[in-house]
């Protein structure tokens, strides 16, 4: 695309049609300005309705095309006008957007082409850690809230193996053992293939030894790889996401995963956990003149890689219903066909970056996001394969629900940090956060695994001691007849002290109910 400008003023008509689609009354998003004909239009604004931002959104695109900037310029804004904002920072680059912008020849060239009256800013800005790993305030999750359908696919469970490990999660939720971290998870399952636990389940199934040897093997793998530490308390209260700073700015969540980078289906499944856990908690809303809150939804192919169905059916019931909780979700990936069509058909906001033509995979994704645009007077072929680096093709939902037309459109500059900020600056962010404190420390409190292990050892020792009993009874016997009144036989003694029996008066009435689960199968003890 060239950089020739044109002053404000009568435009061309086909690009004042689409201007006209863009025309807002209420709060909108400044995206950057059209660009028709190799020329920039400053006078024709690219807009998106603040009010539209929970109808969801897909942001596409190469890589180097300029997708992460245009995460930042949008978190920015929202946090301006008061909606908090989540992003997940996969490669350590988005922390920026807590410090002012640097200003340059680039930027004052980029503003004056879109008309922008652009100043350094930063953003009000926490920064999070999955279970501590890397800078930020340590996120958790416990087992018991993470659920089976989500823990499957990070274990790379097959439908059988997910079915089974569904098992055991309802078990465990009716008998009031909590699962908090991974060792609970396999003292369960052993408990459940041990003689004294297979009764539990033949009723509605059973566990059987070889799924639970998969189960136990792909905990270990899991363990090993360092994932422990996501699972625990204290657990992440996801109420923490929709919160304002003082000055009434929307705090902004960033998510740092640059040190898990490596363990892709760990950290997009957790994000789901984040978004499902909204959902569960969040009352109904409606429409809203702004969001609660909006989540991005980085490298969102990891989500769908290898998902099976129960899986993918839940993400597809949660985007539908999510909005509706005043939680809008963009998801950022590099082709809209790394993303379902169910899912893809909700998604009202659209900013699609250049794509590259190089093979024959490469032009057949071209032509299939081609055909997810309404029709345009763009030969969207050539032009996608044309843009320049923070130049897009748009088309958003108007203030009216109507899909906008499609617009090329040269992109406006962050008015934060473009880059990663300074180590030490953002320790020192982590540190001073109020939530630090509330977060930092592990806790590893009784739960299932010790429970079961009391319990085991407990069963033990009454065993032991009325074998004793047994044995001093047989040596009397041989002295006196034996009485009526004599004491319960020794089967009676060790089926009374039996584990699970003394297990489900002690913890089986805890709770008294049994969780109750969200499309996910996630649920959350509040404490």
Sequence with gaps: MSDVGEAAGALPQPAQEIADGYAVDGAALGLGALLWDGA??????????????????????????????????????????????????????????????????????RAGQVGQSWEAKGFPCEFYALGGIGPGIPLRATVTSFGPVLLSKVLQLNRTQEQSLGLIFHYADAKGLELVDLKDLRAVVAFLVSDTGKPELKGIGGLSTATAGVILRSLTVFEQQGAGNFFGEPEFDTAELLRQAPDGRGLVAVLELAAVQDKPQLFSTFLMWLLADLFHDLPEVGDLDRPKLVFFFDEAHLLFDGASKAFLDAITQTVRLIRSKGVGIFFVTQTPRDVPGDVLAQLGNRVQHALRAFTPDDAKALRATVKTFPNSPYDLDELLTGLGIGEAVITVLSENGAPTPVAATRLRSPQSLMGPLAATELASAVKGSPLYGRYAEAVDRESAYEKLTAEHEAGQRAAAEAA??????????????????????????????????????????????????SLFGTARRRR
């Design 468 to 517: 004793g009993k047994a044995d001093a009874a047989g040596r009397a016997a041989k002295k006196t007849p034996r009485q009526p009144e004599d004491d319960a036989s020794l089967v009676e003694q060790v089926v009374g002290s039996g584990m699970f029996r003394s297990l489900a008066r002690s913890v089986g009435t805890q709770l008294g109910r049994e969780i109750s689960r």
């Design 40 to 109: 920039c239009l400053p006078g024709a604004q690219i807009r998106v309705p603040l009010g539209m931002l929970n109808r969801h959104g897909l942001v596409a695109g190469a890589t180097g095309t300029g997708k992460t900037k245009t995460l930042q310029l949008i978190a920015e804004q929202l946090s301006a006008n008061g909606v908090p904002v989540f992003l997940a920072d996969i490669k350590g680059d988005v922390s920026g957007i807590a410090a002012p912008g640097e200003p340059g020849g680039k930027v004052t060239e």
